[in-house]
């Protein structure tokens, strides 16, 4: 007997641990041997993090097509796990080793650190996995995989030798996004330019040799310390005398060309600018085509080097901007200062450290070729994104790609895998300038040493324990001048005569390894095969490479999706899913962005707390609609609460009336029409519910899948289907018990990869009575009624039901007292009319609330009227409504509603509105404008029936 009420809380982890205990999230769990794979790879979250709306979004859409296709009787892999989050993780442990008062990073060492690390993950590392199993995520939990395990990491290095090996991963000296706070550089997908209230300086340097000056103008007056030239449009005719000419930089005195380049734009400021290649991307650019020697001017942790005057080494960025603008106004250099808006670099994730461009040794991976590949997929229709408009996106980040930055200088991640020796003074390298040391890019240190001794040519003692960076600088030096020495003879023979130890430091040489890791993005960018078990030939990469769906925020498309397609194709030959699905943004009620400054942040723990989990996901999926982000409202989630209350109780209902699966019945042969309406009505809605989800129409799928339980089925067919299950005909009531369970089990399917919860707990409680269930309901197949439409069925049931919403709804507009009881008279009614009108009679007094029945040649005065069909329904409703108070009150709401209507046109055809407001307050605009003419016509076919 079921409980009076659904509590989720009792239910929820008790139901999904029996799914664990049966094993039903495996891979290929259910599936026939040789059936067809069905792959998604979950979007890795951050081993960091805890579950937000958007991962309950995200995971709810993947849970529905995963649950959906096991069954279909697909073999079904959802690859979980997580990302080691290199920035974050080291913050946090960094944040705690300090809380604890306990030996920092650096006083630890790498390797007592990374011990630190790894213990944090043991103790808190698991926190979002379990939180998306209080959600009901069926993926195979024993296949987790962690962006740092032996599989993964070997897949890490792997990819890294080959793409070195084809010089598209190489090492450069190149200007990147640095954060100062961290000391590592960053992409520039983790820079957020944010608008500021900022200042532009305009500075006077005098030109050598002359009493001219040039003037220049900046937002970053610092950085003039660094500066190496000045530019100016060669088409400017107000500079055609000077360039090739020197100016003098204040402050630092030292001469600096005037070179003419097109970056100059004569129509901004003076037409002359200021070039430090160091510290500005488009000037590194420009340094590059003049070959200016770049100068850096910052220490890692972004104070003043020994690169500028000493007067200001060692100071802040930002207490040398004061102390240099002090210093230019005292030479009167300053001319003058306007305000001005700006964009400044920002760290993405706290939105606080202002990042520098900063000249420094990193790695480097040639994404414009990896991306040639990965554009012609989706332009050939190969991967496809849905919505499509996002391939959009999509093209113009990987038409205009960047050298991707992979190096981090950071000890948590994958440590990069290459070691760096002295080169011989034989190398075509040796004499370059910043030719740096030779580097042995290798799987391991043993290998590594190796490849260093064939290098060398010779037997050489290769030591590498022990050597930080500051020794390894040192030995390379002594090597080096070794080399050099021994290149000549003269002086050779000298140093072995004066030097017992010259023959002992050539053949001694360092090997030093890279201390850097790799983005996390390069390691999550492997995801969908090398958590198949890639380098190796597995039978898991054989069958579920490549994947199905991805689904992903639109946020991660350049971080995390076109990395993917690069990866993929290059190593695997393969795009790594057939489609993207990039669900919408979840926002708060009033349209607005959540975020915890403003304190709309909505946990979805608490919903799931609150209404369940099979509430909070039927109000995520039904809100998913394609292209359009969502306004939760916690009205939503009590409504669909309220969905699973109604399922609850039409389960009981139909248990107290005798409702029980039995042996033998047929939905093909059933007689009343009323049972064949709903099997029909069934197969329809199981089809639509189908289509829509293989469409990733998953709102539509959800209320389709809502319209039918509740509408159809509990409302219509159920109260129709009363006076059966109470009556005296023995065959008719035996069949509707029959049909209203056998529609049941296909609602409990239908409804399952929306509401996974109460339909197994259902699916199991229906179960103790009648044929043994063979299996748990994730593990039962999809609805296969296909075939089973009666159209005389369907038109007679569909009449009843429009007759009846027609007067209720008369009932409504009207201001019909409730329990006023009225009469129906039906005019001009044809046969088939007045034969269904006499079969559903009593159908019609009880539903509509009807005094009688009767037909009419004419329609009575004072009649409300709806025409169906040929049929005229005519309601005569003098004596019980005022006809005349009822007109004008119809009259008056039409009026009231039109005011609205013009109130809200005129504001949207205000231009000046139009561009300032933000885009929800437009939306919502629009969503009233709909919801008041809907509204008059709603009125206005309400003043028409009265006669």
């Not at 129509?267 to 850096?296: C, M």
């Not at 609460?641 to 039995?662: I, Q, S």
């Not at 008056?892 to 929800?920: C, H, M, S, T, Y």
Request: hydrophobic share 40%; net charge negative.
């Amino acid at each position: 007997m079921l409980e009076k009420n659904y509590e989720p809380g009792s239910v929820e982890d008790r139901i999904y641990q029996a799914w664990v205990e049966a094993e039903a999230f495996k891979a290929g769990a259910g599936a026939k041997p040789g059936a067809e794979p069905f792959t998604i790879v979950i979007p890795p979250p951050n081993v960091t993090g805890s579950l937000h709306i958007g991962h309950a979004l995200n995971n709810t859409i993947q849970d529905i097509l995963v649950r959906y296709n096991r069954m279909k009787g697909k073999d079904v892999l959802w690859q979980p796990g997580t990302d080691h989050a290199g920035i974050a993780t080291q913050m946090i442990v960094e944040r705690q080793l300090m809380q604890r008062q306990e030996p920092g990073r650096r006083e630890l060492g790498r390797e007592k650190f990374l011990e630190k690390v790894w213990e944090w993950k043991a103790e808190s590392g698991g926190t979002i996995i379990n939180q998306l199993k209080r959600l009901g995520a069926s993926a195979d939990w024993s296949r987790e995989r962690f962006t740092m395990d032996e599989g993964l990491s070997n897949a890490v290095r792997k990819v890294f030798i080959e793409l070195h090996k084809k010089g598209l991963i190489y090492r450069a000296k190149r200007l990147v996004n640095w954060h100062p706070g961290l000391e590592t550089a960053i992409s520039d997908l983790e820079v957020e330019n944010i608008e500021v209230a900022g200042k532009m300086w305009h500075l006077s340097y005098p030109i050598e040799n002359s009493s001219e000056s040039i003037v220049v103008a900046t937002t970053r007056p610092e950085t003039m310390l660094g500066d190496v030239a000045i530019a100016v449009n060669p088409k400017d005719p107000r500079y055609a005398g000077v360039i090739g000419k020197y100016a003098i930089l204040p402050l630092v005195g030292r001469r600096i060309p005037i070179v003419a380049d097109d970056y100059a734009d004569p129509e901004l400021g003076s037409g002359a600018v200021k070039i430090t290649p160091a510290h500005d991307f488009n000037d590194f650019e420009v340094g590059q085509r003049h070959h200016l020697k770049p100068i850096n001017i910052f220490t890692p942790s972004a104070t003043i080097n020994a690169m500028a005057p000493k007067e200001y080494r060692g100071l802040d960025r930002f207490e040398a901007r004061k102390k240099v603008l002090e210093d230019l106004e005292a030479l009167g250099a300053v001319l003058w200062v306007e305000d001005k808006k700006i964009m400044v670099p920002h760290d993405e994730k706290t939105k606080q450290v202002i990042i520098e461009p900063f000249l420094t040794d990193q790695w480097f991976v040639n994404a414009e070729e990896l991306a040639k590949p990965a554009i012609e997929s989706v332009r050939e229709g190969r991967t496809k994104f849905v919505p499509e408009s996002w391939q959009n996106t999509y093209f113009s980040w990987m038409e205009n790609i960047k050298p991707w930055t992979i190096s981090r200088q950071l000890w948590w991640g994958h440590q990069i895998p290459a070691w760096y020796g002295p080169r011989l003074n034989n190398d075509p390298e040796f004499n370059k300038l910043d030719a740096g040391p030779k580097i042995f890019v290798a799987d391991s240190e043993e290998q590594a040493k190796k490849d260093a001794i064939a290098y060398y040519g010779r037997q050489v003692e290769i030591h590498t324990s022990g050597l930080g960076s500051t020794p390894f600088q040192k030995a390379l030096a002594e090597f080096e001048q070794v080399q050099r020495d021994r290149a000549n003879p003269t002086v050779w023979a000298s140093r072995r005569a004066s030097d017992p130890f010259a023959e002992m430091l050539d053949n001694k040489v360092p090997l030093h390894r890279d201390e850097d890791v790799l983005d996390t993005w390069f390691s999550s960018a492997l995801w969908p095969f090398s958590t198949l078990g890639w380098p190796e030939d597995t039978p898991e990469v054989r069958k579920y490479y490549p994947t199905d769906v991805l689904v992903t925020g639109f946020d991660i498309i350049f971080f995390w999706v076109a990395r993917m397609m690069m990866m993929g194709l290059e190593f695997m030959g393969k795009e790594p899913f057939h489609t993207v699905y990039v669900h919408a943004l979840v926002r708060d009620e009033q349209g607005q962005k959540m975020s915890k400054t403003k304190g709309n942040v909505i946990d979805p723990l608490k919903l799931v707390d609150a209404y369940g989990a099979d509430a909070t996901r039927f109000t995520l999926a039904a809100m998913a609609a394609q292209g359009r982000d969502m306004r939760l409202a916690m009205s939503r989630v009590e409504g669909y609460r309220n969905f699973v209350t109604k399922l609850w109780n039409a389960a009981r209902f139909l248990e107290m009336n005798g409702c029980e699966r039995r042996a033998g019945f047929d939905p093909k042969r059933v007689n009343l029409a009323l049972n064949r309406w709903i099997i029909g009505a069934t197969a329809r809605a199981v089809a639509e519910v189908a289509g829509k989800i293989e469409d990733y129409k998953f709102n539509e799928a959800a209320n389709a899948a809502y319209d039918f339980v509740w509408g159809t089925y509990c409302d219509w067919y159920v109260e129709l289907a009363k006076p059966v299950l109470t009556g005296e005909d023995a065959a008719e009531k035996l069949e509707t018990q029959n049909t209203a369970a056998f529609v049941l089990d296909q609602i409990l399917k239908l409804l399952h990869p929306f509401m996974p919860f109460v339909t197994e707990e259902l699916w199991g409680e229906t179960g103790k009575v009648g044929p043994a269930r063979e299996k748990l309901l994730i593990l039962s197949e999809w609805p296969q009624i296909d075939g089973l439409a009666d159209p005389r069925a369907d038109a007679e049931m569909e009449w009843l039901i429009q007759v009846v919403s027609g007067i209720r709804s008369v009932r409504t507009e009207m201001n019909v007292p409730a329990g006023a009881k009225i009469k129906l008279v039906i005019v001009g009614a044809g046969e088939e009319t007045g034969i269904r009108a006499e079969t559903q009679l009593q159908a019609l007094l009880r539903l509509a609330r009807l005094e009688d029945v009767s037909y009419s040649g004419e329609v009575p005065s004072g009649s409300a009227q709806i025409v169906i069909g040929e049929a005229t329904f005519a309601l005569p409703l003098a004596g019980v409504i005022d006809i005349d108070a009822e007109r004008v009150r119809l009259k008056r709401e039409i009026a009231k509603e039109e005011v609205e209507i013009d109130k809200i046109d005129k504001k949207l055809g205000n231009e000046q509105f139009v561009a300032k407001a933000k885009p929800e307050v437009i939306e919502e605009q629009h969503e009233r404008r709909a919801e008041a003419v809907a509204r008059r016509e709603r009125l206005l076919a309400a003043l028409a029936r009265l006669t």
